[in-house]
């Protein structure tokens, strides 16, 4: 594999169920597009939240 271009090394799309499994957890989407001969395009939406701790210790813990 060392040497070759990125684009015609084997792939066997472990990287990719993986990262779709953490999106997935994160309660997100994964996008993904692709053309012949333009490649493809991944797209990541993961929610953002606020953190909801700063609200319960504003006096100091419980």
Do not use: C, Y
């Amino acid at each position: 594999m060392t040497g070759e271009p990125h684009h015609e090394r084997p792939q066997n799309g472990l990287g990719t169920m993986a990262v779709h499994s953490i999106v997935k957890f994160m309660r997100g989407e994964m996008k993904v597009e692709s053309a012949i001969g333009k490649g493809t395009s991944f797209t990541l939406f993961i929610p953002a939240v606020e953190n909801d701790h700063s609200a319960k210790n504003e006096n100091g813990p419980p």
